[in-house]
């Protein structure tokens, strides 16, 4: 991993042509649109997610070491403001290898080996911890809020998804088919309440997928059904649903990180062409405001703004 200053925040305003292209190497339809290069902010020790409120960005730092599943507490929570100016390089500290991170009215839960923990997203106070280790878990990875009161929560080791009511504490598990495996980033999409989910694979294979989990009809509240999507495979990590039509996702790729798109009404997937070369492009953040994701570069220490240009 390298090591950079801290907080040397590189504005890049040249104007820069992007294109994308599907896995054929085909441009995506109509001309080249020309959007401004982004930010590249350095100065982080293993981001591992990004996660945008109204007034903040929130980075997860997993440590000094990319060490995932290290219980040295070196790990932190950075906050930054909504533009990428650093406010509080470690605005939560004492974590072990903090990932995920959502917020449910102003509480921010972070995803930290085998607990959640919740913290006041104002002040960094720390809230309340939940104890997932009794459930098996040893590698929580992902939070996606789906409710006022419920977060749901990948386990990439168990291939499980963990729900969480944060006002009872109760805890329940989703099980996923057996062609997707190493679940990885979610995201709950508020209008159509239907979760999207991406796995990283097994064994350093690349044979992740990307999948929709329907919303449940069962007063009971047992999962709706999942449907795992005809795409390439990869080392999937992080995943946003935009625009009512997009789902993109990173994959880490062979050591060389990259973005793709999945168009649900022409079931195509595309290949985005990124202003940086990314190493180990974790869970991202999407800007509708300006149109960009925030992403980690995991093995870089940096965060990568990076415009659609794609819708």
Not at 79 to 89: A, D, F, I, R, V
Not at 266 to 272: C, D, Y
């Amino acid at each position: 991993m390298k090591s950079f200053f801290p907080f040397l925040l590189v504005l890049l305003v040249l104007v820069a042509c992007k294109s994308t292209s599907n896995l054929n190497g085909e441009e995506a339809g109509g001309e080249k649109k020309i959007i401004p290069q982004g930010l590249i902010i350095a100065g982080f020790n293993s981001p591992e997610s990004v996660l945008l409120t109204r007034s903040n960005m929130f980075v997860s730092n997993v440590g000094l070491e990319l060490a995932p599943k290290s219980e040295d507490l070196d790990g932190y929570i950075s906050k930054l403001s909504t533009s990428g100016e650093m406010q509080m390089e470690r605005f939560i500290t004492d974590l072990n290898a903090p990932k995920g991170m959502a917020e449910i009215n102003g509480t921010i839960y972070v995803a930290d080996i085998d607990k959640v923990k919740a913290f006041k997203s104002e002040s960094g106070e720390l809230i309340q911890t939940y104890e997932f280790l009794s459930y098996g878990a040893s590698f929580l990875n992902d939070i996606t809020a789906k409710s006022a009161s419920e977060l749901l929560i990948s386990d990439t080791d168990l291939n499980l998804i963990f729900t969480l009511n944060v006002r009872s504490g109760e805890v329940g598990k989703i099980p996923l088919p057996d062609n997707f495996v190493g679940v990885n980033g979610l995201y709950c999409d508020p209008l159509t309440d239907i979760t999207f989910l991406v796995g990283f694979g097994s064994n350093g294979e690349g044979n992740g997928r990307v999948a929709i989990m329907y919303p449940s009809d069962d007063p009971n509240g047992s999962p709706g059904p999942i449907e795992v999507l005809e795409t390439p495979t990869g080392s999937y990590d992080g995943v946003v649903f935009i625009e009512s039509k997009y789902i993109v996702f990173s994959d880490w790729g062979n050591g060389e990180g990259r973005l793709r798109y999945y168009d649900i009404n022409t079931k195509e997937t595309w290949l985005m062409n990124l202003e940086n070369s990314i190493g180990g492009p974790a869970d991202f953040a999407f800007d509708a405001l300006n149109k960009c994701l925030w992403i980690p570069g995991m093995q870089d220490g940096m965060i990568y703004q990076e415009f659609l240009d794609f819708y």
